[in-house]
């Protein structure tokens, strides 16, 4: 059987990889935020973590083509599976709370296909749902992720998107953060919207700089508002105080980030 490594404990894991996958593979599908998977990441630490032959069954780690899977937290655990010579990466799970997030994923997605949102996003290319099971498979892509902010980003999905928007309300990611978003040669996509929903069209960019400075710069809560809003505020935007005051408080009520 394949050998594994993992980077977490016990079925709380942040990811698994498959022994003869490179570095440079990994980097590309896992890009983390926190200092200390920076370090695991930098100096192969995952290696000292071999996977039990009972993790792989529990994982359902069958075939060599599963090259790279992603944990999440324990309420809504569900697995990200990189397979390689599908080249697609499938999300699934058997947690209720995963397979809410799933079903949410693929009605963002089926929305998105037929909307006239200005940004790329995955192309989901398969799913199946049911009360025990979910998952949904979507196109591989070969980009470059990033941990830091771009004004320009920001700037161009204001003036693409949300002025377009008259009312209070537009689409929402619900989880818009930097290494949420991918850039390949052509085109700059947003991934992972298991948090979609119709909502606040100002929470999306505070969101970006908030959990830039909450969760990759470490800065405390009230910080993290703060230096977030000062930089929406340098940014010169014709922003509607009101909305953003709303926005301030619906951020305040994420209990995943605030």
Avoid at 173 to 198: A, F, M, Q, V
Avoid at 244 to 257: G, N
Wanted: charged residues 25%.
């Amino acid at each position: 059987m394949m050998k594994y490594y993992k980077l977490g404990y016990r079925n709380h894991f942040k990811f698994v990889v498959r022994a003869d996958v490179g570095i440079g593979t990994v980097r590309s599908f896992y890009s983390p935020s926190r200092w200390w998977a920076k370090l695991a990441i930098r100096w192969r630490l995952y290696k000292l973590n071999i996977v039990r032959a009972s993790d792989m069954v529990a994982l359902d780690l069958t075939g060599e083509e599963a090259i790279l899977i992603k944990g999440n937290d324990a309420e809504n655990q569900k697995y990200v599976v990189y397979k390689d010579r599908l080249n697609i990466v499938r999300k699934w799970s058997f947690n209720p709370g995963g397979i809410a997030k799933i079903k949410n994923e693929i009605n963002a997605l089926l929305h998105l296909k037929n909307s006239e949102y200005p940004f790329g996003h995955s192309c989901l290319i398969d799913y199946a749902l049911s009360d025990s099971y979910g998952f949904l498979d979507i196109e591989y892509i070969d980009a470059a992720y990033t941990v830091e902010c771009s004004d320009d980003f920001v700037r161009d999905y204001f003036n693409l998107f949300i002025v377009k928007n008259k009312g209070n309300s537009s689409v929402v990611h619900g989880d818009l953060t930097p290494w949420n978003i991918i850039r390949s040669t052509s085109k700059t996509l947003i991934i992972d919207w298991e948090e979609y929903r119709i909502g606040n069209k100002y929470y999306d960019i505070l969101h970006y700089y908030y959990s830039y400075y909450k969760l990759g710069k470490s800065n405390s809560k009230a910080s993290s508002l703060e230096l977030a809003l000062r930089r929406i505020e340098g940014l010169g935007l014709p922003l509607e105080l009101s909305i953003m005051e709303k926005a301030i408080i619906e951020l305040k009520l994420a209990k995943k980030i605030w």
